[in-house]
């Protein structure tokens, strides 16, 4: 007989997860460490995910949703430039302080040869992102880039900041914590390299 699920369980193992993985990286990651972590039987581990990939998947597709369903909050692809690409500045900035180590495992998973073999395509938010970019261009707001110029002017700033606030440290080894009157210093430069 199959042992009924439990959501705080489940979640219990989620958070572990995720944290043993930031910690140990893909490759020292293992369900039996965690079990220890846990403190649960192996065998229950797999009541909630089939193996070790399909635990991974949807840990990673979870803590995507989450990042696209924040990052989305109050926004239009119709909206002003300005106005929403602040908005997704500091929706993004919000939820990574909210999740620090969701967002740690979010790009180890990313950049690691899983996402090539398992992750399905942000097909909502990406057509979200693009149509709101196509609507700046069209109205004249911003200048027509390629879309990979695009994306790291726009946000290529914000993800090194989010990179020296995670670490406490800028690559001076000074210490460093963002705030949104430093998040508000970068963006406007941003802002204006994207201009017509």
């Known amino acids: 007989m199959m042992k009924p699920k439990d959501d705080a369980k489940e979640a219990l193992i989620r958070k572990k997860a995720i944290a043993l993985i930031v910690k140990l990286g893909f490759d020292g990651f293992s369900m039996q460490k965690l079990a220890k972590e846990t403190k649960l039987s192996p065998s229950t581990l797999y009541v909630y995910?089939?193996?070790r990939e399909d635990?991974?998947?949807k840990l990673y597709t979870g803590v995507q949703e989450q990042f696209e369903r924040d990052a989305l909050a109050g926004f239009s692809e119709t909206m002003p430039f300005e106005e929403g690409l602040w908005l997704q500045w500091k929706n993004r900035f919000k939820n990574i302080c909210k999740n620090p180590v969701e967002y740690?495992?979010?790009e180890q998973f990313r950049n690691s040869p899983l996402i090539k073999h398992h992750a399905p395509p942000p097909?909502?938010?990406r057509q979200a992102m693009n149509q709101f970019v196509k609507h700046a261009v069209r109205s004249g707001a911003i200048k027509q880039l390629p879309p990979e110029i695009f994306w790291s002017l726009a946000?290529?700033?914000f993800y090194m900041l989010i990179k020296f606030h995670l670490d406490q440290s800028s690559m001076a080894g000074l210490p460093f914590s963002l705030t949104e009157?430093?998040?508000?210093q970068a963006f406007f430069p941003v802002l204006q390299s994207l201009k017509r």
Do not use: D, I, V
Request: charged content about 20%.
């Open 49 to 51: 995910f089939k193996n």
């Open 123 to 125: 097909a909502t938010f």
């Open 104 to 106: 740690r495992f979010f």
């Open 155 to 157: 946000y290529g700033p």
């Open 55 to 57: 635990l991974l998947l």
């Open 181 to 184: 009157q430093k998040l508000k």
